[in-house]
Structures are given as C-alpha cells and as structure tokens.
C-alpha cells in the first residue's frame, strides 16, 4: 500500500484547503485511511479517520471545521479544513491500518504517505 498525500501550502487564519490523499497498491474502499499531523515541536496527532464503512471520527480540536471524506473511484480521501487557525500549521500525513479498522490510534496504522506542509499565517 502506498498514498501519497498533497494540497498543503499556506493560508490565512479563518481560510480553506483541501488535502488528498491517493492510494495505490489496494483499493482504497477496503482501508480505512487516517489523517494526522506534526506541528514543529510537538508530538504527531490524530486529526480525523474514515471507516470502510464511511463513518468519521475527528479530534476535538477539528470537529466542526474539518471534513474527511473518500472517493473511492479515484482512490482518494480527502480532508477539507476550513476555518484554519495558526495552531493548524503543520505536516499533514495520510496512513493506512492493516487492520482495515478505523481508528484515531496512530499507532495501529502502518502504512504512510510522506506528508504535506499547511501552514496558517496571515
């Protein structure tokens, strides 16, 4: 399994982007694909899993503002952040769990895409 994330880059506080992340190697419907980030100094986070099943999970710091979803004919998930804020900057990886279960422990995932800079400033 291989995903390749892109669509970072830099925004203005209270602005979009959307974040896609293509999966090759498998096809995507069966995974669940999961999105965390890394702020330079701190730990890497969970920000928002989906299911194979669609269901969603999100931090509590994102819920509200983000939106994961999949196309499963291009093998994409997406994550669609709006309202960004300065504490958002950061490297955004999307990774997949062998387990195909969806979850916001990002230690179950094992596959890993090489992450894609957003950074909020105005």
């Known amino acids: 399994v291989q995903l390749q994330a892109s669509g970072g880059g830099l925004v203005q506080p209270g602005g979009s982007l959307k974040l896609s992340c293509v999966v090759s190697?498998?096809?995507?419907?069966?995974?669940?694909i999961g999105w965390f980030r890394q702020a330079p100094g701190k730990e890497r986070e969970a920000v928002s899993c989906?299911?194979?099943?669609?269901?969603?999970y999100y931090s509590d710091s994102v819920k509200s503002r983000f939106t994961i979803s999949r196309d499963n004919a291009k093998n994409t998930v997406y994550l669609q952040m709006s309202s960004l804020k300065p504490e958002d900057t950061a490297i955004y990886y999307c990774?997949?769990?062998?387990?195909?279960?969806?979850?916001?422990?990002?230690?179950?995932?094992?596959?890993w895409g090489q992450g894609t800079q957003v950074t909020v400033s105005s």
């Open positions: 190697g498998f096809t995507s419907d069966y995974l669940a």
């Open positions: 990774a997949a769990p062998s387990s195909g279960k969806a979850t916001m422990n990002q230690a179950e995932y094992d596959y």
């Open positions: 989906i299911s194979n099943s669609d269901a969603t």
